[in-house]
């Protein structure tokens, strides 16, 4: 068995895309999933999967269950314990002095993107708020309330050409702290 995180996009946000995570819970585990937890509304599943797939074909999996059962399209971007624990060890900007860790975001990609694209998004006006693009990882930190910032998942999406979610500091260290909470179990 493996372990994944399931993040998906723009559910229960504004009251656009409702999903109540007792009901995604169940459908998530009626397919076959197992040990299904999620993590406040957002849409933050863990479960643990037999078997070796990859997770192209878990985000697959996933967004057509959410398209067939609650007939919204949803971004769906699945990681693993290994890729949370190298984003805590190496997000630049814990390096800064007094960091206020509220500006720091995650934004993870469904696929790597190409460097004409990486170019693209760095070259994008959303100042003052900052960026380190690291494969499928976009370490962020607004300046300004991110609510109010130009550099969102649209701007994302639309310069780097691929599925992208993002989550606070504090939501990603927090589904971290799942992954061991439940290697510990």
């Known amino acids: 068995m493996k372990s994944y995180v399931a993040l998906l996009r723009g559910i229960n946000v504004s009251g656009?895309?409702?999903?109540?995570?007792?009901t995604l819970r169940?459908?998530?585990?009626d397919f076959?999933?197992?040990?299904?937890?999620t993590y406040i509304q957002s849409g933050n599943i863990l479960f643990d999967v037999s078997g070796?797939?990859?997770?192209?074909?878990?985000?697959?999996?996933?967004?057509e269950l959410i398209k067939t059962h609650f007939g919204f399209d949803v971004s769906v971007?699945?990681?693993?314990?290994?890729?949370?624990?190298?984003?805590?060890?190496n997000n630049p900007y814990l390096k800064e002095k007094e960091i206020d860790l509220k500006k720091l975001y995650i934004t993870f990609l469904g696929t790597e993107?190409?460097?004409e694209n990486i170019e693209a998004?760095?070259?994008a006006s959303f100042e003052p708020d900052e960026i380190v693009i690291n494969k499928r990882i976009i370490f962020m930190k607004y300046n300004n309330p991110a609510g109010n910032s130009k550099l969102n998942n649209k701007l994302i999406e639309n310069k780097l050409k691929v599925t992208a979610t993002?989550?606070?500091?504090n939501t990603t260290l927090k589904l971290l702290a799942m992954f061991q909470e439940r290697a510990a179990s």
Do not use: C, Y
């Not at 070796?52 to 967004?63: A, K, R, V």
């Not at 971007?77 to 060890?89: N, P």
């Not at 993002?166 to 500091?169: L, M």
């Open 16 to 22: 656009q895309k409702l999903i109540k995570m007792e």
């Open 26 to 29: 169940k459908v998530v585990e």
């Open 32 to 37: 076959g999933f197992q040990n299904v937890k």
């Open 52 to 63: 070796n797939p990859t997770p192209e074909l878990l985000e697959s999996q996933i967004h």
């Open 77 to 89: 971007v699945v990681t693993d314990k290994e890729m949370l624990q190298w984003v805590s060890k």
């Open 113 to 115: 993107p190409v460097k």
């Open 121 to 123: 998004l760095q070259n």
């Open 166 to 169: 993002a989550r606070n500091w």
